[in-house]
T-cell receptor, first 110, second 118 residues
Framework: EDQVTQSPEALRLQEGESSSLNCSYTVSGLRGLFWYRQDPGKGPEFLFTLYSAGEEKEKERLKATLTKKESFLHITAPKPEDSATYLCAVQPDSWGKLQFGAGTQVVVTP | GAGVSQSPSNKVTEKGKDVELRCDPISGHTALYWYRQRLGQGLEFLIYFQGNSAPDKSGLPSDRFSAERTGESVSTLTIQRTQQEDSAVYLC??????????FGYGYTFGSGTRLTVV
């Protein structure tokens, strides 16, 4: 059965304190791994898609990396506006539906 | 519109009543999805529509749940005889299917309908 596990569940950072979020997955075949950001009361917002081990993508202070078993979302010198829940999802061989992890809630304090 | 629109944004209903939730996807997006998010939990897949293909209903939790889509536009999720455990945020998303068949463009989500069953 496809499974996505995110850790930690929650992360509290001081502004400027870099850290990483982990997404480990077991899936029958991976077509893509997705990262989303979700703010309270809103739908998830797409950040990145990664397709193969070794791939990296960056957007502002965020950098996503992928290995055969896990993905990391690195937050460099975070700001309070980076506070959100970060969701990881995998697209297995079957087209369409994404399998989501439970998310990591990040709080960045000034 | 520019984004995925869901209505209503909030719905409070009595246990046992039927509810309909509506989703207007981004124009031109061939794929449409419904997910459920319980408080403090991740997104749970419900149903997926892709063009004129038969929908993937594998995530619907019971026969009280059903969904329809008109062509490549509006979708309605119906929950019959609501129960308290149906209380959640129901999220709709749409996407383009890439040439390779993947969804590398990612989904665009609506803001959801918060359903409370009392």
């Amino acid at each position: 059965e496809d499974q996505v596990t995110q850790s930690p569940e929650a992360l509290r950072l001081q502004e400027g304190e870099s850290s990483s979020l982990n997404c480990s997955y077991t899936v029958s075949g991976l077509r893509g791994l997705f990262w989303y950001r979700q703010d309270p009361g809103k739908g998830p917002e797409f950040l990145f898609t990664l397709y193969s081990a070794g791939e990296e993508k960056e957007k502002e202070r965020l950098k996503a990396t992928l290995t055969k078993k896990e993905s990391f979302l690195h937050i460099t010198a975070p700001k309070p506006e980076d506070s959100a829940t970060y969701l990881c999802a995998v697209q297995p061989d079957s087209w369409g539906k994404l399998q989501f992890g439970a998310g990591t809630q990040v709080v960045v304090t000034p | 519109g520019a984004g995925v629109s869901q209505s209503p944004s909030n719905k409070v209903t009595e246990k046992g009543k039927d509810v309909e939730l509506r989703c207007d996807p981004i124009s031109g997006h061939t794929a449409l999805y419904w997910y459920r998010q319980r408080l403090g939990q991740g997104l749970e897949f419900l149903i997926y529509f892709q063009g004129n293909s038969a929908p993937d209903k594998s995530g619907l939790p019971s026969d009280r749940f059903s969904a329809e889509r008109t062509g490549e536009s509006v979708s309605t999720l119906t929950i019959q005889r609501t129960q308290q455990e149906d209380s959640a945020v129901y999220l709709c998303a749409s996407s383009l299917k890439g040439r390779s068949g993947g969804f590398g463009y990612g989904y665009t989500f609506g803001s959801g309908t918060r359903l409370t069953v009392v």
